[in-house]
């Protein structure tokens, strides 16, 4: 069965920025965009494991901090030449207030 697990509001989380999500699943790095859109991935660049949550936010996209791979935030894919995945995590907006949906996920604490 999959929860929905409230994380905070849009406001919390930087434009072009990010926040993480600790959860018994792994970290989740939770994105806004410019435009205000929400998207959260695992906390985790398909390269070497670098932070997402720290790359920079530019359109839909996140640059790792650590090689400039380039992952596409509503897939998770990297995007060419690159290849790998992260795995994206569903996310909602609901009067200002941003959920996850994480199977049996429990949240930990959020940055």
Request: hydrophobic residues 35%; contains cysteine.
């Amino acid at each position: 069965m999959q929860d929905w697990i409230k994380i905070g509001r849009v406001e919390d989380i930087p434009r072009l920025g990010a926040r993480t999500v600790q959860t018994d699943k792994g970290d989740i790095a939770v994105f806004r965009t410019r435009d205000d859109e929400i998207f959260a991935l695992f906390n985790r660049c398909p390269h070497k494991g670098g932070p997402l949550s720290e790359g920079i936010v530019t359109g839909k996209v996140v640059v790792c901090p650590l090689h400039s791979w380039t992952i596409d935030l509503e897939t998770g894919e990297a995007t060419a030449p690159d290849e790998g995945c992260t795995r994206p995590v569903d996310s909602k907006v609901v009067d200002g207030l941003v959920w996850l949906k994480l199977e049996s996920a429990k949240k930990v604490a959020h940055g």
